[in-house]
Structures are given as structure tokens and as C-alpha cells.
């Protein structure tokens, strides 16, 4: 079930906006980071969930902003779907990219948190910071209450990386998501 409220964070350094589209819809990503949109475009697209994001921010001073205030709204729309009813809630891949291999799990558990392993062998990719790909999913995982573990187990270049990292928790996710009669949790509890 996709969710048709609009998703917004506004202050003196950003202005994001975030919303589902219904399904065959094209995925819409645009920041002034390029890089960012290439990774958030990828997420939406191997996770099968088309949306809508408009971000702009204060990048004269740099990304970190702007990208992680992307996470904070898409971790809160993500948690209103998670919360959409009951689904698998485990998932996990690993994910080759050329000579990076990404190990990604996943837990829809109401307890946010991110696990984080990988290292990055180059400070940036094109003019984008490589540390702020952990800071996107430090906000996704906690915003959307998401337990979610990222480990590199082999990496060839940075946006080899990324890339996995992004095309792995999309797939971890649309596995998690995937809709189940039972409850989740012996709680009697669903997020």
C-alpha cells in the first residue's frame, strides 16, 4: 500500500520534499548533488517504489545537509509504509557490483539503528563526500525506526560502493516488504 501524504523538512539550510507515486509512475529525483540523485534514483528503483524527491540546501557550505536531511524525511515516509500493515519484516542480500560485494540485512523492527562496516577508499566520488552515504543511512535507519546493518565484504573503487550499498538495502527492503498474513512479531506488536 503506498501512501499518499507529502513528506516535507524545512530550515534555514534545506528545504526537502518527498511523496509516493502510485505505481508506474516514474521515479523523480532532484537535488543540486548529482551524485546523491544517482544513488537516491537507484534506491527507488530496485526497491520497485516510485516517489517524488525535490531537496535543495545550503551545498556552498557542503553536502552533509542536505543528504541527511534527505534521509530524515525518506526514514519517516519509509516508517508510514512500514507501518502500512504486516509484512515478511526480515530480509537480507548480498550484493556484488564488479569487484565490491555488499552484505545488507535488514529488520522493520520499530527500533531504529544502523550497524555500519564498510570503508570507502577515496573521500569523494565526483564533488560528493563518501562519509555522507553513512550519514543518509544513519537518518533512514533511525527516522524509520529500521534496524538495518550495511557490511563491505569486498570493495574494488567508492561509487562501486555506494552503489551496492544503495542497490542492497533497496532489495533488502522490497523483501521485508513483502506482504504476510502473520504477525511479525510474538509481541502481538506491529511497529
Known sequence: MRMEKRYERCS?????????????????VETP???????????????????KLIASGDTEVDAHHL?????IVMGSAFLDLFRSGPCQRYASIALPMDGTLVLVATDISGRGGLTWNAVFPTQRCGDFD??????????????????????????????????????????????????????????????
Open 67 to 71: 543528504t541527511e536531511d534527505v534521509g
Open 130 to 191: 563518501t562519509e555522507l552515504v553513512r550519514e543518509f543511512w544513519t537518518a533512514f535507519a533511525r527516522e524509520g525506526k529500521l534496524t538495518l546493518h550495511i557490511h563491505a565484504l569486498a570493495v574494488d573503487n567508492s561509487h562501486h560502493l555506494a552503489e551496492a550499498i544503495f542497490k542492497g538495502a533497496a532489495r533488502a527492503l522490497r523483501s521485508a516488504l513483502v506482504p504476510s498474513s502473520r504477525e511479525a512479531s510474538t509481541k502481538g506488536l506491529w511497529i
Open 33 to 51: 548533488l548529482g551524485f546523491l540523485n544517482h544513488m537516491i534514483g537507484l534506491f527507488l528503483h530496485h526497491a520497485d517504489i516510485p516517489a
Open 12 to 28: 534555514r539550510e534545506t528545504a526537502v520534499e518527498f511523496e509516493f507515486l502510485p505505481p508506474g509512475e516514474t521515479v523523480r
